[in-house]
């Protein structure tokens, strides 16, 4: 294994050894490591001191299921702290058959040219780009799949990225040549900074993948599979109704946030939920199951077409359609599926992009419900690049602030997600206190407080709840590392041979010795190496706090967020 390194600022690339420290990280706990050591935390994110980090997961390219995100690191332009975004496609498996741990890009070219990058066995090519500059993301993927053939990985930034906006998102080539992005804090508008388009990868001839003993690593994914498959929502709900499933579960639990965090529950729920997905797609010949990448098991995207059976978009989220449905009372789920395609071929953050709409909303540049708004803003403004487009753009805090709002549902930020955390206490401790911002995916409470995974803790209360965000910030950081998909934590919490057999094949590829305690030891060490990043960048105990209007009850339960500074502070003594 090498890093492959690149310089922008001379145009130069350089193979690496890794250092013996980064051997057994990979994924979100390498990237982090390499942007704590190698980047100033005070440095502009888009100045020549950012870095742009791509790394595999400990596990990418083998038979593990599930194993095949991509971890993007940097100081994010969106929320000042150090992050890690990751995403499925083609991308992490390329590289991991090329033997390259990480792709380091450093430095600004000098002048207004573009580049792209060719990462293959050999080293990266590094060449002038312009016939695809300001076109969006679905016309860069069909054209470099012309180019270099089906079996080429593509990652790209589209319009947004171009424009350096805060809530541009990187996005990777999937096994179908849709579009998986690694959507949050804006890592996109660094690789704009950078003048970078596209990066293709061409795994052909690349040094494949170490195991060690194959054996027993081929023994502990049989286990691993076979528990993600048996799990009932990894196996059976994820794999029929996708993500989607989520709308009604947390519409009934009273935690489906509706117009702009004001209530719990959506009246047009059942018009957007994950069955009426299911039966439209069926309805309209579209494929609804799929993996995101090769050797995905779980198969929760899908492919939704449009009334006339024309493809629209695929890995249509729970959390996208939450943003622009319920957040902003637009009940079509059509319209929904069009602001999706636009946002993936822009290269737009669907949940930043989503809660820049609702603040819209509040500043009445458009009225509630109005999805047809949503998509001119989409196409008019923000694709072009205009004054109103760059506030967009650069996410909700931004235009509220530009429009004097003082309802803006971020941490650090960043816009919260499709969880309100009145109703589901232990997802707004995550929200208030990980490094990323409001990530829900950085500790997904949701499994014990509303999904019964892993135990169960009330969401209404708050006994439990700093040790469960804890916990699952913990486990996240490590499952991260190994370029697990977030949804292998359900066979992985409830399943103890699951969790058993994931520590297996750790120890088989890289001949470790870990347990189950080196396992969480090594998210503690990422969690705490991003808390003292963000420290050096200025960050403070008040920055993990909520905004302050989540002290209104929330109906139907009429729930309050209810935690002290003090109680937050908890989350991080270990």
């Not at 209404?460 to 699952?472: A, I, P």
Request: contains cysteine; charged residues 20%; aromatic residues 8%.
């Amino acid at each position: 294994m090498k890093l492959y390194r690149v310089n922008m600022s001379d145009l130069s690339f350089v193979a690496e050894e890794v250092p013996k420290e980064w051997n057994v990280l990979g994924g979100r706990g390498l990237t982090s490591a390499i942007v704590a050591k190698e980047v100033d935390p005070t440095c502009h994110p888009l100045g020549k001191k950012n870095k742009l980090v791509f790394a595999p997961g400990l596990l990418a390219g083998t038979m593990a299921g599930n194993s095949g995100r991509l971890s993007v690191g940097s100081k994010s332009p969106l929320t000042g702290g150090i992050k890690e975004s990751n995403a499925g496609g083609t991308a992490a498996q390329r590289l991991a058959k090329l033997g390259v741990k990480a792709l380091i890009v450093e430095g600004i070219p000098e002048g207004d040219k573009w580049y792209c990058l060719h990462v293959h066995k050999d080293g990266v090519e590094i060449k002038e780009e312009t016939e695809l500059l300001g076109k969006g993301n679905y016309e860069v993927i069909h054209t470099l799949t012309s180019r270099y053939g089906e079996n080429t990985g593509v990652m790209t930034i589209g319009q947004a990225g171009e424009h350096k906006m805060a809530a541009a998102n990187i996005s990777v080539k999937d096994p179908k040549g849709h579009i998986r992005s690694a959507g949050r804090g804006g890592l996109g508008a660094v690789m704009g900074s950078k003048r970078i388009k596209f990066i293709t990868l061409d795994d052909n001839d690349g040094e494949g993948i170490s195991i060690l003993d194959k054996e027993k690593f081929k023994n502990a994914a049989q286990i691993f599979n076979k528990g993600l498959l048996s799990h009932p929502v990894s196996g059976n709900a994820l794999p029929k109704y996708g993500t989607d499933v989520l709308v009604n579960i947390l519409n009934e639990a009273g935690g489906l946030p509706t117009k702009n965090f004001r209530l719990g529950q959506f009246d047009g729920a059942e018009k957007i939920c994950g069955e009426t997905m299911y039966d439209t797609i069926a309805s309209r010949k579209g494929d609804s199951t799929h993996g995101c990448h090769v050797g995905c098991i779980i198969r929760c995207s899908q492919t939704y077409n449009d009334k006339d059976g024309r493809y629209l978009t695929s890995g249509f989220e729970y959390e996208t359609i939450w943003g622009f449905g319920a957040g902003c009372l637009v009940d079509d789920l059509d319209i929904i599926a069009h602001v999706d395609n636009i946002c993936d071929d822009i290269g737009i953050d669907t949940i930043e992009t989503a809660g820049a709409m609702m603040v819209a909303m509040e500043a009445g540049l458009l009225s509630w419900g109005d999805g047809h708004g949503i998509l001119r803003f989409l196409k008019e403004e923000i694709k072009e690049g205009t004054s109103l487009g760059r506030i967009l753009g650069n996410g909700a805090n931004f235009i509220g602030q530009a429009y004097g709002v003082t309802r803006i549902p971020t941490v650090k930020h960043q816009t919260m997600t499709a969880y309100d955390p009145r109703s589901v206490k232990g997802i707004g401790v995550t929200y208030a206190t990980s490094p990323m911002g409001a990530d829900h995916t950085s500790g997904y409470t949701v499994t014990s407080n509303i999904l019964k995974v892993g135990g169960y803790v009330d969401p209404l209360s708050k006994e439990g709840q700093v040790e469960l965000s804890r916990n699952m910030q913990i486990s996240t950081a490590a499952i991260d590392s190994a370029g697990l998909c977030i949804f292998t934590a359900f066979a992985i919490l409830d399943y103890e041979p699951v969790s058993h057999a994931l520590i297996d094949m750790i120890n088989a590829q890289y001949g470790t010795n870990w347990a189950v305690e080196d396992w969480f030891e090594m998210g503690k060490s990422v969690l705490k190496t991003e808390r003292s990043f963000n420290k050096a960048a200025g960050f403070t105990k008040k920055d993990d706090r909520l905004p302050e209007f989540f002290s209104e009850p929330i109906p139907p339960h009429n729930a309050t967020w209810d935690f002290t500074g003090e109680e937050l502070d908890q989350v991080y003594t270990f």
